[in-house]
């Protein structure tokens, strides 16, 4: 059996990342300018690594489904990034960073990753801020902060409800100066189709050009993948419409692993569904729970009549309110992780105190907050969001309690990699939220940002060295190789099986089925025997697609729905490697909850003796279940504990 | 949905166009059982299941968030960009906002500088080049001072947050009936004028990015204010003032 090793360098926790700098390869100016280096992907972590690559002289080609790498979904990251500065004084530190970032993820993630990751987030901020990112300011002219979920102490940075969007642009503005010089180039509007392997290395990939339908080959010294989440697996998600898995797939089955693919995060602040028609969720910033409290109805009765609307929630009075999160865990109230508060939530509406259409939503009110700090402070904290919910809902949020339901929003599995980034396929790295490696089986608020940028900016632009000082003597690596025609002649044929495709239903259709699956069964509460059904249901479902999918147009054109369709392909892959690690991960913990393993105050009963190991993925052939390798977790500088936010 | 609310029925007029050499034209299509709260895309998105269950090609059109962040779609809807509403890009327009029956008209940002790609998609790269032009810092990664080593007063990071808002939709240059892309290049280079950061580079940066914005094609500004009115991000002429201000301090006192 293959053996993983993560390749973790030696000595005390807090020294590993110095000692790698210490030893690592380098490569020289001259010798920088002789290898290719591709990035796919330009959201943060892809837009930041190659600017920074492009920076070091490299020769960088990046690539972007999108018509400018500015529209990357990092954009819509709304409320922060977190960093451990500790200018809020209230005892911060990197170990504070590190500790709560591994107790958040309910240890399943790499202690000696998570502390670089820590140890690195000072920088970031100090990076964006010479970028010109116009962060939010005190009145001293310093930086403020404010809190997210998972901590109780303030180091979340942030540009009003848009802070993705300006980091992104800080980092689109790097790279753009890098296409200026020459150091990368651009293809906007291509979306990768198949990775190229020569002699066990990564060396290139094909890629499709969006408009003319093209397919073309690109080479490359190592290959970067930074292409996101695969949260739309469940059709509807806060990711965009156009994020996919399929770069992933691709490394996957040409032998990357994929590690545990069932942490999938679900967001407890999305607004709620509001039709069949509905293709997307829109997500409202966890830094709203800084300022509004979630609550139901204390009595069934009352529900009943807020979902009919004979009642208003404004009228429900204070002692007839379940403050459930203020309520469960003191400690933490209403800053809870994401996890906590989506299946808070999920027990009320279950138990039948939801509120809105179909009962599945709760209240997020800001009453209490208006009167303490007045509207003008409330409208510079959240004004943009606050404006998007009135555009959706058509009601204001400062006269009518938000509501507010979970949803899918980003997913802490991914392509296994080692502390370089590397999968285990030489020459391929993974970045930002397309790996697994930081955040265990749940994601803090603010920390994905954190993440991308900080594998972007500052770490892999460091060990991508280590592997290309090997490299210096490859030489420019030829696209007639048989490799690269056989790999552009089966994306062909893999185009060619959708071409005009004459059937019953348009790939939404089978999306959308497969979405329900998916919530319905590998969702925020998941069973052996629902687990089971589910693998049943998805098999039936895809074939049934590939008999009655219908495509209309051809492959050398403009054609979103022969895209659609390759990317559902993939998403049906995805959701079978899902369902079985979430099947073959016998205890809760994080974002994955087993209803088998609850204990009797239905909080989630984590098993370390078994499963505290990562959950590694290999492909095994078309039709051929995938095999498991495991990756031991072990943590030498913390102590492990029981994950409480009551106390 | 809410439980008995009415549904809608529309009338579309929407430019189809195979390619960037082929000779567009509207096509009429009618499309019913529209909820008042489903979006503008999602109602497109209605349409092109439609077709494509006839097996005719779909409309294509840019988008993507689907949360008027990411700047991708965009659509000039009964002579508006991003159509009859406030403060909102294309996909954050409802159907609540239309009336049941009425006749609408769907077409691309129609401007040299964007050539159509397909049906409502348009090429915008020339934003891109702009920005390639010079509209960041130059600063590369590493080697920078600590956060707070550079005082930036309250209002100022706020002016600076107003501008940097902008999300290069194009509905600025859709709008202008000269296609000028005034409002863009006066966004960027007035979020980072505004910032001590930005200050070293201002002149050069004012002036190379001008100059691409003539290069590509895009007209000039005549102060007709357009722009400002279709901004969904609400960026203000002022701006335009301050590129202006910039522009002048470039010629008159060059480095």
């Known amino acids: 059996m293959m053996q993983l090793n993560a390749r973790i360098p030696e000595g005390r926790v807090p020294d590993k990342w110095s000692n790698y700098k210490a030893g690592q390869r380098l490569v020289s100016p001259s010798n920088k300018r002789k290898l290719e280096i591709i990035v796919v992907g330009t959201g943060l972590a892809g837009a930041s690594a190659a600017a920074s690559l492009g920076e070091q002289g490299y020769r960088v080609k990046v690539f972007c489904f999108q018509d400018s790498p500015r529209r990357a979904h990092s954009i819509a990251a709304q409320g922060g990034i977190n960093a451990a500065k500790n200018y809020s004084n209230e005892g911060d530190s990197i170990h504070r960073l590190f500790s709560d ?45 404010r809190s997210f979920g998972g901590a109780q102490v303030s180091r979340t940075f942030y540009a009003r409800g848009q802070t993705g969007q300006q980091l992104l642009l800080a980092a689109y ?83 990357a692993l994929v590690a545990n693919p069932c942490f999938v995060q679900i967001h407890p602040t999305c607004i709620p569904v509001h039709g069949d028609y509905q293709g997307k969720l829109t997500l409202m910033s966890e830094s709203l729970r800084n300022d509004g409290r979630v609550w139901v109805p204390r009595s069934k009765e009352m529900a009943e009549q807020l979902r009919q609307g004979t009642i208003k929630p404004s009228a429900v009075k204070e002692e007839d309110r379940d403050y459930f999160l203020e309520r469960r ?48 402070v409330l409208m510079e904290r959240y004004g943009n969001l606050f404006q998007m919910y009135r555009k959706i809902v058509n009601e204001d949020p400062l006269e009518t309690p938000m509501m507010i339901s979970p949803g899918i929003h980003y997913t802490m599995g991914g392509l296994w990699v080692d502390y370089e ?5 030489p020459g391929l790295y993974a970045i930002g939220e397309v790996n697994f490696s930081d955040h265990g ?173 990562v959950a590694c993925w290999k492909y095994e052939g078309e039709a051929q279940p995938p095999s498991l390798i495991k990756e031991p977790l072990t943590f030498e500088y913390i102590k492990v504990k029981e994950r409480d936010y009551k106390n | 949905m809410a439980a008995g609310a009415t549904t809608m ?26 909820s008042p709260d489903c979006s503008f895309l999602e109602m497109l998105d209605i349409l092109n299941e439609q077709l494509v269950d006839k097996f005719e090609k779909p409309v294509c059109v840019d988008h993507d968030c689907r949360e008027g962040i990411c700047g991708m779609c965009g659509l000039y809807i009964n002579g508006r960009p991003h159509g009859n509403d406030d403060g909102v890009t294309t996909c954050q327009l409802y159907m609540r906002q239309f009336k049941d029956g009425q006749t609408i008209v769907v077409e691309p940002w129609r401007a040299k500088a964007f050539p159509v790609v397909r049906d409502l998609v348009v090429d915008r790269s020339a934003f891109d080049k702009i920005i390639q032009a010079g509209g960041y810092i130059s ?57 001590p950061q930005g200050r070293p580079e201002a002149k050069r940066r004012v002036k190379n990015m001008v100059a691409e914005m003539d290069r590509l094609g895009f007209g000039n500004c005549t102060n007709t204010g357009a722009c400002e009115a279709e901004c969904p991000k609400g960026i203000k002429m002022t701006a335009i003032a301050r590129l202006n201000r910039e522009f002048i301090k470039s010629a008159l006192f060059p480095e």
């Not at chain 1, 980034?421 to 396929?425: A, E, G, R, S």
Request: glycine share 10%; hydrophobic share 40%.
């Open chain 2, 139 to 195: 600063v590369s990664t590493g080697g920078v001072p600590d956060g707070n080593a550079i005082l930036i007063p309250k209002k100022t990071a706020e002016e600076a947050m107003d501008v940097a808002s902008c999300i290069g939709c194009g509905a600025c240059v859709a709008a202008c009936k000269n296609a000028s892309a005034m409002l863009f290049v006066a966004a960027k280079v007035s979020h980072l004028a505004l910032l």
């Open chain 1, 329 to 376: 865990y003191p400690a933490y109230g209403n800053l809870v992780p994401r996890d906590i508060a989506s299946r808070a939530a999920k027990e009320r509406c279950d138990a039948g105190y939801g509120v809105g259409h179909g009962g599945q939503a709760v209240y997020l009110d800001f009453s209490d907050s208006l009167r303490r700090l007045g509207k003008e």
């Open chain 1, 173 to 255: 503005g790097a790279l753009s100066r890098q296409i200026k010089e020459g150091t990368v180039t651009l293809y906007p509007r291509t979306e990768m189709m198949d990775l190229v392997l020569i002699d066990g290395k990564a060396r290139g990939i094909i890629t499709r050009n969006l408009i003319t339908g093209q397919l073309e080959k690109h080479t490359a010294h190592a290959v970067v993948l930074a292409t996101g989440g695969y949260g739309n697996v469940y059709y509807l998600s806060t990711n965009a419409m156009g994020s996919n898995g399929s770069a992933l797939m691709q490394a996957y089955r040409k032998g």
């Open chain 1, 441 to 613: 089986a749940n994601r803090l608020g603010a920390s994905a940002l954190m993440q991308g940028l900080a594998d972007g900016y500052f770490i892999l632009p460091y060990t991508i060295q280590n592997y290309l000082a090997g490299e210096v003597t490859a030489g420019v690596i030829a696209d007639t190789l048989p490799e690269f025609e056989k790999a552009l002649k089966s994306v062909q044929d893999r185009i060619l099986r959708f071409e005009e495709k004459k059937g019953k239903h348009p790939v939404t259709f089978f999306h959308r089925e497969l979405g329900k699956i998916m919530w319905d069964k590998a969702g925020m509460s998941r069973n052996a025997k629902g687990l089971k059904n589910a693998l049943d249901e998805i098999k039936n479902l895809k074939e049934s697609f590939y008999r009655e999918v219908t495509v209309p147009g051809q492959a050398g054109e403009m054609n979103p729905e022969l895209q659609k369709a390759l990317q559902l392909e993939d998403f049906f892959e995805l959701a079978e490697l899902i369902v079985t690690d979430a099947l073959t991960r016998e205890e809760s913990c994080g974002s994955h909850f087993r209803e088998e393993y609850q204990k009797e105050d239905g909080e989630a009963r984590r098993d370390d003796e078994h499963y505290m190991h």
């Open chain 2, 9 to 34: 029925s529309f009338t579309l007029k929407i430019w189809r166009q195979e390619n960037s050499h082929a000779r567009g034209r509207f096509v009429t299509y009618k499309v019913t059982g529209i």
């Open chain 1, 101 to 145: 970032t591994l107790k958040g993820g309910d240890y399943r993630s790499r202690e000696a990753n998570v502390y670089r990751l820590a140890e690195v987030s000072n920088c970031i901020i100090d990076q964006c801020v010479a970028q010109g990112v116009p962060f939010a300011r005190e009145y001293s002219g310093l930086l403020d902060t």
């Open chain 1, 421 to 425: 980034l590397m999968t285990t396929i």
